[in-house]
């Protein structure tokens, strides 16, 4: 067996929100390398961190990728820190790179520190102290914020992953409308879902593979396999140059920033998990069009939240009713509450209680506190105090899972085609 020697090279915190993307930026430098005959080992990786990093530009994600540490690793690093230099958006004060040189094996506890900046907050010095203790070589732009992600995009393992293909646009097309011709994603979507996924949200008639922002992305094709990918690009017709594409390996889609929560009181905030609690209340709408309720368990209880933006999901929660059970999966932001991603129903309370018919067919009411029913229409009371209870048909489904439009996914969640 030939035993490689492997070079990890990771890049994080390169762009702005007015531009760059450091996807764009890795193609730019694979471009580089292979015109100097250095070929990549694996497809490179894009690496979608903590939803709830503060410094953030859109989605949390770092690059990496492997070469052979051999002769030309040292033409690689150089070629690597050039571009960096280069590309980066340096003048926005929240663009802080860092680029990371590892060789060697990928360690049981680099794995840790990978899972914990997704779970958790890792400052700028325990990541180089991190960094240091497994012998990376670090270069930090500005204050260097993008080790943590550098070196989490190097070491987490991708148990489950998936793929995206993105698509460059012309420097002077940035900021300009993307010429997509929507026909042909929607029949991109028609041909290839569900080995794509995330293409379109029909509801809200919104274009997913087109992104919002000034970056150089004109679009990203996310998939289970390549091959369904390539087939995706020849479908969609755009109206614009292409200059360059290329295809990552990615966590994304995965739910790996969702933790399995021993019971609601263990959770913390600025965590995501999946938890089992029994629907407290029903649902209702703020001013705002957000809808919140309460799940509780023995050990006690949180809101649940179902944002404007999650649009006709607020529909499905509101069939809610109390005393129903369901595994929530989401994430407890900046208020406390627990934004639900998707849930699904454990145990559907089918049986609610009324008061009493009459004899006469007209419904009861009480006839106050411990005194039983009366009927308004022919004056019968019942002393009993004990509502009947009665069997209702639900529209949601015992075991079904629910989950935000595509609209509103995060990019790590993981959508029920992949389930
Ligand atoms: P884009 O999606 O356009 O690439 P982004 O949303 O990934 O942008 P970055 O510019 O990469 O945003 O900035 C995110 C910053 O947060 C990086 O500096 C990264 O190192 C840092 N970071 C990542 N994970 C954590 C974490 N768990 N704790 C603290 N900081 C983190």
């Given at each position: 067996m030939i035993i490689i020697n492997i070079l990890h090279i990771g890049i994080d915190d390169t762009d702005s929100p007015d531009g760059m993307c450091t996807t764009f930026l890795a193609s730019q430098i694979i471009n580089r390398l292979n015109d100097n005959g250095i070929e990549l080992l694996d497809y490179p990786r894009l690496i979608r961190l903590n939803p709830f990093a503060r410094f953030k530009t859109r989605g949390n994600g770092g690059v990496s990728f492997q070469i052979e540490n051999d002769d030309k690793?040292?033409?690689?690093?150089?070629?690597?820190?050039?571009?960096?230099?280069?590309?980066?958006?340096?003048?926005?004060?929240?663009?802080?790179?860092?680029?990371?040189?590892?060789?060697?094996?990928?360690?049981?506890?680099?794995?840790?520190?990978?899972?914990?900046?997704?779970y958790e907050f890792i400052t700028i010095e325990d990541a180089e102290e991190f960094g240091?203790?497994?012998?990376?070589?670090?270069?930090?732009?500005k204050k260097g914020r993008g080790i943590i992600g550098s070196i989490a995009a190097i070491s987490l393992p991708l148990t489950?992953?998936?793929?995206?293909?993105?698509?460059?646009?012309?420097?002077?097309?940035?900021?300009?409308?993307?010429?997509?011709?929507?026909?042909?994603?929607?029949?991109?979507?028609?041909q290839t879902?569900?080995?794509t996924f995330e293409n379109i949200d029909y509801a809200e008639k919104y274009i997913a593979i087109e992104p919002k922002t000034p970056c150089p992305v004109l679009y990203g094709i996310r998939s289970n396999t390549v091959d369904a990918l390539i087939?995706?690009?020849?479908?969609?017709?755009?109206n614009e140059p292409i200059v360059d594409w290329c295809i990552f390996k990615t966590n994304q889609h995965t739910d790996m920033h969702i933790q399995k929560a021993k019971n609601i009181s263990s959770m913390k905030q600025f965590g995501c998990y999946e938890v089992v609690g029994e629907v407290k209340n029903k649902p209702s709408i703020i001013e705002g069009g957000h809808m919140f309720f309460y799940i509780k368990d023995e050990s006690g209880e949180i809101e649940c939240g179902a944002y404007e933006p999650t649009k006709n999901f607020r529909k499905i929660v509101s069939y809610l009713l109390p005393g129903d059970v369901i595994k929530v999966f989401g994430g407890i932001g900046e208020q406390n509450t627990f934004n639900i991603e998707k849930f699904q129903v454990i145990k559907l309370n089918d049986i609610i209680y009324q008061n009493p018919i009459c004899e006469c067919g007209k419904r009861m009411t009480s006839a106050g506190a411990n005194k039983g029913f009366k009927c308004k229409k022919c004056g019968n009371k019942i002393e009993s105090d004990d509502k009947v209870p009665v069997k209702i048909d639900r529209f949601l489904e015992n075991k079904?899972?629910?989950?935000?439009?595509?609209?509103?996914?995060r990019h790590l969640s993981k959508p029920l085609s992949r389930m």
């Open positions: 690793a040292g033409l690689a690093r150089e070629i690597v820190l050039e571009e960096v230099e280069k590309l980066s958006m340096f003048d926005c004060d929240n663009t802080n790179p860092g680029v990371i040189f590892y060789e060697g094996e990928i360690t049981s506890e680099m794995e840790d520190y990978a899972f914990r900046a997704i240091n203790s497994i012998g990376c070589e670090i270069h930090k732009f489950d992953f998936t793929f995206e293909l993105l698509a460059y646009r012309s420097s002077q097309n940035y900021g300009t409308k993307r010429q997509i011709d929507y026909e042909s994603v929607y029949e991109m979507d028609k879902f569900p080995d087939k995706a690009k020849e479908i969609v017709k755009v079904k899972f629910y989950e935000t439009p595509v609209s509103a996914r």
